[in-house]
C-alpha cells in the first residue's frame, strides 16, 4: 500500500483516482434535497469550484496566528515560532546512571567473585546534593542515580555488584572504563539548538524544552473557534422533541473536531433560522475569536438564514464545490475593524456528514495553518474495495469508510494503517461505513467510519477489487 498526501491546494485533484475502474453509466444516488444541504443533491453547476480550487482559495492568504509566549504547562500540541536553545550543558554535570559506588577503577582492576575486594565507603551521596567528596585511592563513595561524580571517581559499580555494605563495601566485578558515568553535555552543550522553529511540542519535545533549561516558549496560539448549527428545527440533545424538531448534533460534531485539530473551540450550540439573532450573535463573536464555523442555511432555501445575513456583507463567498457531499459552501471573513480583520467564517451544509467531510476537507487544514502546522493534511493511504458502490458524476466523492486489515484466510485484523500494501498475507481494505452509502445525514453510520475514500470526478462506479485513496480519520 502507497502512503500519499492530499493533493496540493494548486493542484486539481486528478490524483484521486479508483484504479481500474472507468466512468461508466448514470450515477444512482439517491437525491436527498433537505433545508440544510438541498443542492447537495443536484448536478453541479458550470461554475462551481473543485475540491482544490476552493482549498487554494482559503489557504491562499492565510498565515499562522502571530507567536505569543506560554509556559511549557500551556505549550503541549502547539507549534514553537522560534529554536530553544540550551540554557546550559544537559546534563549539566557528570552523574551516575545507577545506584551503586562511585569508585576509582584502578582500585579494582582484579575485583571477582572469587577474589572479591573490600574498600571504606567516606562518602554517601544522594541525588540533588551538593556534596564534592574528593575520593583518594582506595575510597569509594555510595551514590543513587542521578547524584553528581564526586571528583576522583572515574567509574560507578551497580549496588548488584556489592553487599550494599554502608561503612565498608565489598565489590566483586571489576567495572569497565567510565562505566555507569553520564559526561555533562553529553546530551546537548550550552548554545545548541535542542528544537527548531515550526517543531509541535509534543510531550516528549516538551520535555526536551525544559531539560535545556527554557521554562516558556514562543508558540502560535490555538484558533479560538465558534461553532454554531442554525436551525429553528435543533434542539439540545436530551431535550423533548415534539414533530418536527431534531437534536443538535452538529455543533458537538463540529466543536469536537475543532478541538482534535488542535484548536480551541467555543460551542455556541444552535441558533434559530431568525436574521437578527444569527447577525447579533456573529457580531458579538467577531471579536473574541478567531474562526467562526457554521453549519446549516447555506443551500437555495427559503430560509437558509446563514447566506441572508452573510452574502451581503460582500466579504463571504457562497458557491458550490465539485465534491459530494458538501456541494453547497461559504467561506470568507467578517468584516474588518480598524485595520484589524475580522474572524475566518466557514459556511457549512447542515447535514451532519456534509458537515463533517466540509470540516475534514476545508477547515482542519485552514485551522493546522493558523496554528503553524507543518501537516496540513490527514494521512492518506491505498486500499483495496471491498464493496463496491455508486459515485455522482462531475463531483469528486468522499465516502466514509471502514478500513480493516484482512489476512489471506478472510480474517480480519483490525484497523491499524501502519502497514503498507501487502505484507505477510494482509491486505488493506475498505467498505462503506453505512449501508446507505455516501447519504448526507448518516450521522449513526458515520461514527464507524475511519477514514474518507477519495473518488475522482471521472469515475461513477466503484468495484470491488479497485484501488482507491482513502484520507484516514483515526
Not at 19 to 31: L, S
Not at 455 to 472: C, P, W
Amino acid at each position: 500500500m502507497t502512503e500519499t498526501n492530499l493533493p496540493g491546494a494548486t493542484a486539481v485533484p486528478n490524483e484521486f483516482l479508483v484504479r481500474p475502474a472507468q466512468a461508466d453509466g448514470a450515477h444512482a444516488a439517491h437525491h436527498d434535497h433537505t433545508h440544510s444541504d438541498r443542492a447537495d443533491a443536484c448536478a453541479p453547476a458550470a461554475s462551481a469550484r473543485t475540491v482544490a480550487e476552493q482549498l487554494a482559495v482559503i489557504l491562499a492568504d492565510l498565515k499562522p496566528l502571530v507567536p505569543v509566549r506560554v509556559s511549557l504547562d500551556a505549550a503541549r500540541g502547539l507549534v514553537l515560532a522560534e529554536d530553544v536553545l540550551s540554557a546550559t550543558d544537559t546534563p549539566p554535570f557528570d552523574n551516575s546512571a545507577m545506584d551503586g559506588y562511585a569508585v576509582i577503577r584502578a582500585d579494582l582492576l582484579g575485583a571477582s567473585a572469587q577474589n572479591p575486594i573490600n574498600l571504606p565507603v567516606v562518602a554517601d551521596l544522594a541525588a540533588g546534593t551538593a556534596e564534592n567528596p574528593h575520593l583518594m585511592r582506595g575510597q569509594v563513595a555510595r551514590i543513587m542515580t542521578g547524584a553528581p561524580i564526586p571528583d576522583g571517581a572515574d567509574a560507578v559499580v551497580p549496588i548488584e555488584d556489592t553487599d550494599q555494605g554502608t561503612d565498608r563495601v565489598t565489590i566483586v566485578r571489576a567495572p569497565t572504563a567510565a562505566a555507569h558515568v553520564r559526561r555533562a553535555g553529553e546530551d546537548a552543550h550550552a548554545g545548541d539548538r535542542v528544537l527548531g522553529a515550526g517543531s509541535v511540542l509534543w510531550p516528549t519535545r516538551v520535555a526536551a524544552a525544559a531539560s535545556a533549561g527554557t521554562s516558556s516558549v514562543l508558540v502560535h496560539p490555538a484558533p479560538r473557534v465558534a461553532v454554531i448549527s442554525t436551525g429553528s428545527e435543533l434542539v439540545t440533545p436530551g431535550s423533548p422533541t415534539r414533530r418536527g424538531q431534531i437534536p443538535d448534533s452538529n455543533s458537538f460534531l463540529l466543536a469536537a473536531a475543532v478541538t482534535e485539530a488542535g484548536g480551541v473551540a467555543i460551542r455556541v450550540g444552535a441558533v434559530p433560522d431568525d436574521d437578527d439573532t444569527l447577525r447579533a450573535l456573529l457580531t458579538d463573536l467577531a471579536g473574541t475569536v478567531d474562526v467562526i464555523v457554521l453549519s446549516g442555511g447555506v443551500s437555495v432555501g427559503a430560509y437558509d438564514v446563514v447566506k441572508a445575513v452573510l452574502q451581503p456583507l460582500g466579504t463571504v463567498h457562497f458557491g458550490p464545490v465539485k465534491m459530494q457531499p458538501g456541494k453547497p459552501q461559504g467561506f470568507g471573513r467578517w468584516p474588518a475593524t480598524e485595520n484589524v480583520p475580522g474572524p475566518l467564517i466557514f459556511a457549512l451544509p447542515g447535514n451532519p456528514v456534509s458537515a463533517y467531510v466540509s470540516f475534514e476537507v476545508f477547515v482542519r487544514p485552514a485551522l493546522r495553518r493558523l496554528l503553524g502546522h507543518p501537516e496540513l493534511h490527514r494521512r492518506t493511504i491505498t486500499a483495496t474495495v471491498a464493496d463496491g458502490w455508486n459515485s455522482p458524476p462531475g463531483r469528486a466523492q468522499y465516502m466514509p469508510v471502514i478500513v480493516t486489515h484482512r489476512t489471506d484466510s478472510g480474517t480480519e485484523t483490525g484497523t491499524d494503517t501502519d502497514t503498507d500494501g501487502t505484507r505477510d498475507g494482509t491486505h488493506i481494505e475498505v467498505r462503506p461505513a453505512s449501508r446507505g452509502g455516501s447519504g448526507s445525514h448518516l450521522v449513526a453510520g458515520l461514527a464507524q467510519a475511519t477514514g474518507l475514500a477519495i473518488v475522482s470526478e471521472d469515475t461513477t462506479h466503484v468495484r470491488g477489487g479497485d484501488l482507491i485513496t482513502v484520507m484516514l480519520s483515526s
